[in-house]
């Protein structure tokens, strides 16, 4: 089922000329992270920044990738904070319609000649202060003593709810927490290789453009689609489909669709379209299906890569994927090997 979250976090767009003019702030944590804003030797300038924002990338990812983990648990905690205050509305008017009941029993007692002191404890705001008196229990009818039970079960009921909402509530409240710190992890990273890249002259930027084309072998987004022949399922070849329908769009992070999309975000959403609910992050989308060698990929599985799962692409035959790569490389084709394999998945 498709994933009904709220519209994506906006991405960071600006230019590399306008990153050249960030704040000393920017530049400080760019110096934190070991990527100081000013260019490398001339032996070898864009090299030396290409593998610097090339590591930025990657943490910005991971952080994107702990960033959504964190979002969707701070929807998941949401709904079911909703969830616990209706539980508790819920019990409270119960309750308050029960003691109306037995009140309305004391007030016919006292226009008959006076209420019945059983009754009055009955009425009290601690019942069980009554039922601890064994004495007086005698004095009780066989309804009204139900009538109490049900009331004390209640109220037990009522205070181990309001307990759970407040536990909840503070859970949600540090998933808030870990969303912001997520997100300012990734801006920070964003920002220090947007600095790294306005630190270039035009023939080093020109050099960056022609390596990062080499190492995707020629392929771009303009190549010949693959056919999706061979896919595991129908659904597979439906989701296969649909990430096609996304070539060309941005990446931005956090995104799910259907005009952005991060790694995760496209390939969920690609199996939403077809039907299929798949989780958040590439990490549980590693494992939302069955595991398979690399020889026997085919069109609609999932390949995630790097040790720690935190990048995601949808194989769809004749040696590619289709994948949101990262801030300003828009979704593409690139060749399936194209970083370490984690894991590949067949929904």
Known sequence: MASHRRPPVPG???????????????????????AAPVRADPAGPADTVRARVDRLYVEAER????????????????????????SVARGQERI??????LGAVAGAQYRSGGIDPALALM?????????????????????????LSE??????????????????LAELERSRAAVARHKREVERRLAAARVLLGSLTSP??????????????????????PSADGAASARAAAAVRAARSALGKPYVWGANGPDAFDCSGLVQWAYARAGVGLPRTSQAQRNAGRHVPLAQARPGDLVTYR????????????????????????????????MPISAVTRV
């Open 307 to 338: 040790s720690d799962a935190s990048h995601v692409a949808l194989y769809v035959g004749g040696g590619q994927v289709i994948h949101a790569p990262r801030p300003g490389a828009p979704v593409r084709y690139d060749p399936v090997g194209m």
């Open 96 to 101: 308050n319609r029960m003691r109306g009941a």
């Open 12 to 34: 960071p767009t600006r230019s590399a000329t306008r990153a050249t003019v960030l704040s000393a702030a920017v530049a400080t944590a760019v110096a934190a992270l070991g």
């Open 151 to 168: 009331l004390r079960l209640a109220q037990r009921r009522l205070a181990q709810e309001r307990a759970e909402a407040t536990r909840t």
């Open 204 to 225: 080093e930027r020109a050099a960056l453009d022609r390596a990062d084309r080499a190492d995707r072998s020629g392929r771009d987004g303009a190549a010949p689609p």
């Open 63 to 86: 952080a994107t990738e702990e960033f959504n983990a964190a979002d969707e648990r701070t929807d998941t905690l949401r709904a079911a904070a909703g969830a616990a205050r209706r």
């Open 123 to 147: 009425l009290s705001e601690e019942p069980d202060a009554y039922l601890d008196k064994a004495a007086l229990l005698d004095r009780l009818g066989d309804r009204q003593a139900a009538a």
